[in-house]
Structure formats: structure tokens, C-alpha cells
């Protein structure tokens, strides 16, 4: 499959390192093509890897990962095109912390919205499901790095593109019993205010390597 | 142990039930002594159990704990007289909660600042330990509601204050291997806010018995 990974942080090299060890031909997107991470990237990364601008990555894959900086994604997504979005499923993978203010950084949205349903708003033609974004980029892609089991959440509208997102996290090592289906995408709120806990359990186990289990 | 319970409602009744069940003389503070519910509960409760105002109940707890709605917890405290909470432990399990937008509710305070916070700041001679308040109260008081190991999470300033209620909660039957300090009373925040996950958690199990457990 092609698959746009936007953003060219340590999430997006991550995520896209692992979907070309999967096999897929992925295109990094940026602002500009020929962006020095995404170029470096591509120089380790092999044949099935490539880079070019927001619009040129969303408009090669049949499935988008935004991986871009929470504050910046919208701006990165109209700048990828409603239109070579549209139809396609996007795995919002961002959380929008806000560090203008210093440490903590605070979430923007926060409360009453969230950034997977302003993506969605403003996508109304794509497809959004907000996952990964509750654990570090290691886990996302190698639940395994957290020993027994634990939970990957996931919420949209769509409940093929959940479908489609579900195979790709099996295909992560994510077990089929540990990703848990929250419903529409409003639930992107609770996932995203997850991160000011998250970041206090970063602080009190001195691992990124960790994940929260629900247990019954 | 003299304990205040600060709340009529369910929260407040079922911790209140289970301090009496341990051997704590427990007066439950609400607006006006005489309170219909308090009263109902101390009929219920047996001779270890009273009522009264919010300042008669915090008068006599050697241990205080805020069960009141979480966005009346602050005038319930200041009736409650900082001259009765100064120096005491003040176990605070509410959540501020806002329904008045409808469902689902959002906080307030969040992102910025928590009722933790808000109530440490207020009363700064007393020593406020934010726990409990990530859990339904039936699994608070029996955590053996939930199956396997689930993590109880605490926060605050004052670390004997911490060795306290970490000997309340096991108590209530939490092993000590599951109770998680998360520091400074700051993480309040992350805990209040983990709520509207919280919620959607509810909604995709089915039940209120649940918990998360971290996982390294």
C-alpha cells in the first residue's frame, strides 16, 4: 500500500520506518519537498521510501498518518489538499500540546473540542481515526517494548477505516484483544486530555516505555 | 480515627460506609446539619456514624475527605472553616465536572490549573492528596471489583500526608505495589483530566467496574 506519512519528527521517521519494514512504499510529506529530515530519511530508508511536500505525500498515499506537530497539523493538512484527502482514511497520531507557555505544555484544543474532531470538521470528506496517539513512537510501533498486554484505543466515525486501522495496528504487533474501539470520533477529547497524565507517568516510571491496560 | 466525609451523595455515602466498616468514627458534612441523606446514612450506618455541617464534620475528622460535587467542592470547603482543615489531610476524590452544557460534561477548571491545585492553593495549611478520583466508588472502596492488579494513583505536596492516605487505600484494599505517587499536587491536573477518557471507557465496557493498570 502507499501511505503518506505527514511530518518528519522522530513520530513520523518512526512510523514511516516501520511501514517500509512492513513493505509498503511510503512517501514522507513536509512543507517543502526536499526537506533535510525527510531527504536523510529517505537516504537510510530504502526503495520503497521517498519524500516530497505535504501535497505530494497525501496525494500518493491511499492512506494518510498524521504525524505532524499537534499545533501545526491543521495548517499541514490544508496545505496536503482537501482533495487529495479526500476518501482516504487519515490515522491522526498528533496530540496538540501547546509548549508556548513552558513546561507542562497545556493542549490546544482542550475540553470542549479536540484536534481528531477539528480534523474531521475540517475534512468532512476523509476518513479520521485517532489512534497511537497514547503511547511514545518506540510503542507505537512495537507494543512488545511493554511487557503483558495492554490497550490501544482508537475512535472515529467510520467504521471501515477503524476496520482498515485495526489491520494496520495488528500488523504493528498490536493483539486483536488489545486495541479497544471508543466510538466516534468526539472520544478523540479523553484520548488527547489523556497526555497531561500520560506525561506525569512518563515522570513517575522514568520510561517512555510504558502503557496503561484496561482491565475489567 | 475521627474521619470527616464532606458530600452526601453516593461518593460521599459509600466511602463514608466503608470507614465505619473499618472501625473510623465518621460524621458526614453537608450545607446544613440535619441533612436528609446524611441523616438517612447515620440511621443506616450504626454508632460510629454522625452528621452534621460541613464545619462540625471538619471540626472533628482528623482526616477529612472532599466527596462533594466537584464544582461546589470549594465553597464547600470554605463553610467547612480553614481554621478545622489546617494541618490535616485532606483526601480530595472529586471531580469538577460541569453538566450545566449537557452531556458529555466538561471541566472546570482544566488545562491550566485543577481542583486539586485550587484547593491546596486555598487552604495552604492543610495537605491535600488528590487519589481516588479516577475510579468508580464502588471500585474506590473494593478495588478486588476489578480483576488482576490495577494501579490507584495519588498526587500531592506533602509527602506524610501521602504515607496516609497510602495507608487508607490499603486499607480499602488497594496493594501497596498498586498505589502510584505521581508527585506534586500539579498532577492533579492529568488525573482530573484523564475523565472524559474516563467516561468513554464507561461507555465502551459497559460497566463502571473497570480500571487501567500501567504497565512498563
Redesign the interface.
Known sequence: MNVAVLGTGVVGQTLATKLVSLGHAVTMGSRQSGNEKAAAWVASAGDLASEGSFADAASSGALVVNATSGMASLDALVAAGAQNLAGKVLVDVANPLDFSQGM?P??NP???DSLGERIQRAFPETRVVKSLNTVNCNVMVNPAL??????MFM?GNDDTAKADVRALLESFGWPADDV????DI??A???E??L??????W???G?G????????
Chains 1, 2 share one sequence.
Request: aromatic share 8%.
Open positions: 507542562p497545556t493542549l482542550c475540553n470542549t511493554v511487557g503483558g498486554s495492554h490497550t475512535a479497544m474501539d471508543l466510538g468526539t472520544a477529547r479523553g484520548l486530555m489523556y497531561p497524565l500520560w506525561l506525569r507517568l515522570g513517575a516510571t520510561t516505555h510504558f502503557n496503561v491496560k484496561v482491565v475489567l
